[in-house]
């Protein structure tokens, strides 16, 4: 078997190879042969039809059955005679050929880039150190009463904070378009999840108003067919409410699972959990620092097919989360998600994952199951009287495991790199810290 090897550019490699004549016909013959054990064939017997015949009915058959079979177990032994190291799927395409010649096919893949790891003895890191105050858990109360508020009607005019009740018909060049109404649609005045001129538009209103609003779509509105267009909608406000925030009362503490129903208790499990939330903000920030550091201490080339894979595994986790909200089938998520903008995210995850790898193989790094069990013991803490279902759901599921270990074995790298790190403590504030580490996950 004859195999050569073209550098396309960067990690791109063209791989060809050329199978002997022999060795084709020789897998084309079996193929034939062991249909004619079988072959119901008129005037024969079950394996006893010519040779010439059986070719004639089935080799056209026997011939590109056995041409897959001959590219996919010969590739394994052209990348091993290469001395190559394909990252990810090949491209496969076959070469025009004749009858009882050679087959010949070529075989397109990006390789593993070769890595000299530098700079991992000048990461710096900054470590945040933050205190749980008694103003931090009287803040989260008042979230607390704020995100279990109800809504009671009043008559007066609508201002920012309040919910308001609508019908509305949008239409363009006086046509109503699809999607553009609604009947009793509620929306809450200056979260901004709703269209901006509409918002404004809906502000200082009262209730059984009838009105217009002058609405233009933003440039980069996710429907194509509405972006930058002027709309107007026909609005009837139906009703006006106002906020009212949750009463922290004995009722309400037990419904949060405070069993004593006492103020002193939840105020003790707030700073609990809080204090849980900072301790992972800040082992969130150092590993995003020394990772961070890896990376651009070292610079590769990515293969691209690998980018390419992660681009869509991030769109998949995208459309996961979405889903909860919206139904969005998977050409809606390329529209909402295009490759371009996730490039550059998909690119630095590819490159740290084959940092990391380097760093284990370099380190000799093996992964700890103790920390695995521990791990184990983390995640089901938080199922209450479910944790030990869910420590076996876990230690039952290869996929769930697998991924669990990884994020052990990238700990373990971080932490190995932090032995050789400089090491700093920046007092942060609390709400600084923990909404970093919100919007990093």
């Not at 990348?79 to 090949?90: C, D, F, I, R």
């Not at 880039?113 to 933050?130: H, N, Q, S, T």
């Not at 046509?175 to 709703?194: R, V």
């Not at 503490?253 to 204090?275: F, N, V």
């Amino acid at each position: 078997m004859d195999v050569s090897v073209e550098n396309s550019g960067g990690l791109k490699r063209r791989l060809k190879v050329q199978i002997p004549a022999d060795r084709v016909n020789s897998a084309v013959d079996d193929k034939v042969k062991r249909v004619g054990q079988h072959a119901r064939i008129p005037g024969f017997r079950p394996g006893k039809a010519p040779r010439k015949i059986l070719y004639q009915r089935y080799g056209a058959q026997a011939r590109q059955e056995a041409v897959s079979e001959l590219v996919q177990s010969t590739y394994p032994e052209a990348v091993e005679q290469s001395e190559l190291n394909p990252a990810g799927q090949p491209e496969i395409e076959l070469d025009a050929f004749e009858e009882n010649g050679p087959l010949s096919f070529t075989a397109s893949f990006d390789v593993y880039p070769e890595i000299e790891l530098k700079g991992l003895d000048a990461i710096a890191v900054e470590k945040p150190v933050a205190e749980v105050t008694d103003a931090d858990i009287d803040n989260t109360l008042e979230r607390i009463k704020d995100q279990n508020k109800s809504w009671e009607e009043v008559d007066r005019e609508s201002a920012d904070g309040d919910q308001v009740v609508v019908d509305y018909v949008g239409r363009i060049d006086g046509e109503a378009f699809e999607g553009g109404s609604a009947d009793d649609m509620e929306i809450t005045l200056g979260e901004q999840q709703f269209l901006p001129d509409m918002e404004r538009g809906l502000v200082g209103r009262k209730p059984g108003e009838t009105f217009q609003i002058d609405v233009t779509f933003p440039e980069d509105y996710g429907a194509e067919d509405l972006a930058g267009k002027p709309a107007v909608f026909d609005v009837e406000l139906k009703a006006v409410k106002e906020a009212k925030p949750a009463e922290l009362d004995e009722d309400f503490i037990r419904q949060m699972g405070i069993e004593d129903g006492t103020s002193e208790s939840l105020r003790a499990r707030i700073r609990e959990s809080l204090e849980q939330e900072v301790k992972r903000a800040i082992e969130t920030s150092v590993k995003t620092q020394t990772l961070d550091a890896l990376h651009d201490a070292n610079s590769i080339d990515v293969p691209e097919s690998m980018v390419a894979e992660e681009i869509d595994r991030m769109r998949r986790e995208a459309m996961q989360r979405m889903s909860q909200q919206m139904q969005v089938d998977e050409e809606q998520a390329r529209q909402l998600l295009p490759d371009d903008r996730l490039r550059e995210q998909a690119t630095k995850r590819v490159a740290l994952g084959l940092l990391i790898a380097e760093v284990i193989s370099a380190k000799e790094l093996e992964l700890d199951q103790d920390k695995v069990a521990e791990k184990i013991d983390e995640v089901a803490s938080g199922y209450g009287d479910q944790a030990e279902a869910v420590k076996n759901y876990y230690q039952q599921n290869p996929q769930l495991m697998q991924g669990l270990q990884a994020m052990v074995m990238e700990q373990q790298v971080v932490d190995n790199l932090l032995n050789d790190a400089a090491i700093t403590e920046k007092e942060t504030e609390l709400d600084e810290l923990l909404n970093a580490n919100r919007q990093q996950g």
